[in-house]
């Protein structure tokens, strides 16, 4: 079973609604990330938090608001989506660069969170 | 050119048959390379992770890097209708980038009974 948990499994909503996904990991990593994925084809970065700072951005639109409230929790907020932004969300995390340790980006996925948009 | 390139198949082969999955690259700064598997509608698994040039075996897969030829693949032993999925490569530089893997497109891999 994978150690990054991701709730909701599934997500159905319309343009106006307000959602959030949500992450949870507990192997001590200190960088997590939100990727996004369509049919058949790769993930793509969206978001990097590094010891709870957002370290990258990927120029997301504005309708996708990342929050990281602590090193162990990661949400995505969603406002105001496009039937194009219907996809797998993925939240991954690694161990994160810092003093004494050294991050070679191994990424641990969680089961993602479908999102489809209405 | 994209940076990391993988065939995405589809590949069907019979139960028992070694699987050969394969990536070429084009930035010589990559240092880290990892193997993905990805079940339908779920997310990407870690399966194997190398640094250097040269092999890695676990179990019935093994890694292979070949860095002067930017090349690198997987292999899977006596191949069973559980592996299939989709394979995708991954590979990383060690610049400060934190989490900026670049993948392949994915193999569809299908192993019949």
């Known amino acids: 079973d994978t150690e990054v948990t991701q709730t909701p499994k599934h997500l159905v909503m319309g343009m106006t609604n307000k959602k959030s996904l949500k992450c949870e990991q507990h192997?001590?990593?200190?960088?997590m990330y939100w990727y996004k994925q369509k049919a058949k084809k790769p993930p793509e970065l969206m978001f990097v938090?590094?010891?709870?700072?957002?370290?990258i951005n990927e120029s997301v639109p504005s309708r996708f608001s990342p929050e990281c409230p602590n090193s162990s929790l990661l949400n995505l907020h969603l406002h105001a989506l496009q039937p194009e932004d219907s996809a797998l969300y993925l939240c991954?995390?690694?161990?994160?660069?810092?003093?004494?340790?050294?991050?070679?980006?191994?990424?641990?996925f969680g089961e993602g969170s479908r999102l489809t948009v209405l | 050119q994209k940076e990391v390139e993988q065939d995405p198949g589809p590949l069907s082969v019979p139960e028992g048959a070694i699987v050969s999955l394969n990536c070429t690259y084009s930035?010589?700064?990559?240092?880290?390379f990892m193997w993905y598997r990805q079940y339908s509608r779920k997310g990407p698994e870690l399966l194997m992770y190398?640094?250097?040039?040269g092999n890695k075996e676990d179990g019935r897969f093994t890694a292979q890097v070949d860095k002067s030829s930017k090349y690198i693949s997987l292999f899977i032993r006596d191949s069973q209708p559980s592996d299939s999925a989709t394979y995708l490569c991954?590979?990383?530089?060690?610049?400060?980038?934190?989490?900026?893997?670049?993948f392949g497109q994915g193999t569809t891999l299908q192993v019949k009974p």
């Open positions: 991954a995390s690694s161990q994160g660069r810092g003093l004494g340790t050294y991050d070679t980006g191994e990424l641990f």
């Open positions: 192997m001590g990593h200190r960088a």
């Open positions: 938090y590094s010891y709870e700072k957002l370290s």
């Open positions: 930035n010589s700064a990559f240092q880290y």
């Open positions: 190398t640094y250097s040039s």
């Open positions: 991954a590979m990383t530089v060690d610049s400060g980038n934190t989490g900026k893997l670049i």
